[in-house]
């Protein structure tokens, strides 16, 4: 039961264009959110969260759009740069309780000069 | 160390083996996870420990897999008679839990990749 979907596993994008990352739930209790990237042989590292009392956070190139009706956000990054190449987790989890993160399957971004 | 440190980095194992994983949290985090990322697949909840207790231990396959923290501080993920299926990046994060609120932020170690022939 996968509670937590990436359904595009790739996605390449030129330098200097939007990438946009999609990422669907299906449990409705989660109400916290986060985007992980995951270099190759490196651990994921946090990039960016956003609470379902928001419908956007934007941190530099980085912006998180939440659409709670439709259990559906998305990441972007404006402008893609070559550095940006890596894989994309999303993450969800459920305030008041621990922070047991259920993460999505990823999607890699290829970002070509 | 700054970071979450894991070892062995690499492990293979004959089927049927034992084998033990461990992980060193940033000094001060209290909460500690494994998670695992078998091939084509996202990040598997295993265990969470908070202190040396483990408050949920849900996402454990079956009773070959256990872990255990001590001193608040260092965990170990032991395998027993490993299998196939086993096979995967095994990765450790902890987080500074604070009272309250979420934090969210987990930092992972680079991970253990297991390999079971």
């Known amino acids: 039961d996968q509670q937590v979907k990436q359904n595009s596993p790739s996605l390449s994008v030129q330098e200097g264009r939007i990438s946009i990352l999609n990422c669907d739930y299906t449990n409705s209790m989660f109400d916290y959110f986060l985007w992980y990237k995951k270099y190759p042989a490196e651990g994921p590292t946090f990039l960016i969260s956003?609470?379902?009392?928001?419908d956007k956070n934007e941190d530099g190139r980085f912006t998180v759009f939440l659409n709670k009706s439709a259990k559906h956000l998305s990441l972007h990054i404006v402008p893609s740069q070559p550095g940006d190449s890596a894989v994309y987790f999303c993450a969800a989890s459920i305030l008041g309780g621990f922070q047991k993160l259920v993460f999505g399957t990823g999607t890699r971004l290829l970002v070509s000069p | 160390g700054a970071g979450v440190s894991q070892s062995p980095s690499n492990k293979v194992t004959e089927k049927g083996k034992d084998v033990e994983l461990r992980c060193d949290p940033i000094s001060g985090h209290t909460a500690l996870y494994w998670y695992r990322q078998s091939l084509g697949q996202g990040l598997e909840f295993l265990i969470y420990f908070q202190g040396n207790s483990a408050p949920d231990k849900s996402g454990l396959p079956s009773d070959r897999f256990s872990a255990e923290r001590t001193g608040g501080s260092v965990s170990t993920l032991t395998i027993q008679r490993t299998q196939q299926e086993d096979s995967a990046v095994y990765l450790c994060a902890s987080s500074l839990q604070t009272s309250g609120i979420v934090a969210g932020e987990l930092f992972f170690g680079e991970g253990s990749r297991l390999t079971v022939l």
């Open positions: 956003i609470s379902s009392i928001k």
